[in-house]
Structure formats: structure tokens, C-alpha cells
């Protein structure tokens, strides 16, 4: 079964950055969709960016449209979230997630996060604060 781990959360000054790291434990990326996703305590998981493994097309929350970017490494069957310019309200559990190609696309794994479908990391922490 696949597996995607996260790392690389952490605390952050607003207007500070960082990158975090999904690993994940299939043979290609080539046949899923990646997504990274947000919730905090009281609110629904959000899309946060999500790419394709196939054509790498992307789709961005607009909250975060300009200040994030998502990459992928194939050869390392890793995709990465660099967050710049970060805001208090970037505070999350950041979870990487991937669902097959087949079942979905960018735009509709980022606008419902595919919580009973999906493959799913543990989380991680970022919190933005002074």
C-alpha cells in the first residue's frame, strides 16, 4: 500500500519560510495525484496545493497563490512545499496526501479533500508567531 510521510514543519516569525519534504513508497509518482492540505483545530481540512504526477499540472489555493510553491522529485519519488512570506493564518497541521490519477484531478483532489480515498501522511506542524 502506498505510504506518504511529511517533514519539516516547525515554528516560523511572519514573513519567514519553509519547506516541507513527502516522501512517499510507491514505484512512480507518474499515476497520482499529490496535494498538501491544512486543518486547524475547529476547521475542515483545506486544499492547499496539489500537483499531477503524470503532467505535473498544479492547482493553488488563492490564499496561498505567490508565496508557495509546489515541486516534485522523481527520482526521489518526493514532492516538496516551499512557503514563503508566511502568515499567522498559515498556522496548520500540513498533511501530504495522494490519490490515483484514475479517480481524480488537481483541481477537484485540492476543492474536496479525498479523506476516505486518499493516501494519506501523519501531519505536521508549522505555526507562525512572533
Known amino acids: 500500500q502506498a505510504k506518504f510521510v511529511e517533514s519539516g514543519g516547525g515554528s516560523v516569525q511572519p514573513g519567514g519560510s519553509l519547506r516541507l519534504s513527502c516522501e512517499a513508497s510507491?514505484?512512480?509518482?507518474?499515476?497520482?495525484?499529490i496535494g498538501w492540505f491544512r486543518e486547524v483545530p475547529g476547521k475542515e481540512r483545506e486544499g492547499v496545493v496539489c500537483i499531477s504526477g503524470f503532467d505535473g499540472g498544479t492547482s493553488y489555493a488563492d490564499s496561498v497563490k505567490g508565496r508557495f510553491t509546489i515541486s516534485r522529485d522523481d527520482a526521489k519519488n518526493a514532492v516538496y512545499l516551499q512557503m514563503n512570506s508566511l502568515k499567522p493564518e498559515d498556522s496548520a497541521v500540513y498533511y501530504c496526501?495522494?490519490?490515483?490519477?484514475?479517480?481524480?484531478?488537481?483541481?477537484?483532489?485540492?476543492?474536496?479533500?479525498?479523506?476516505?480515498?486518499?493516501?494519506w501522511g501523519q501531519g505536521t506542524q508549522v505555526t507562525v508567531s512572533s
Open positions: 510507491v514505484g512512480s509518482l507518474d499515476y497520482y495525484i
Open positions: 496526501a495522494a490519490a490515483e490519477t484514475l479517480i481524480t484531478t488537481v483541481h477537484a483532489m485540492c476543492e474536496t479533500p479525498p479523506l476516505r480515498t486518499g493516501y
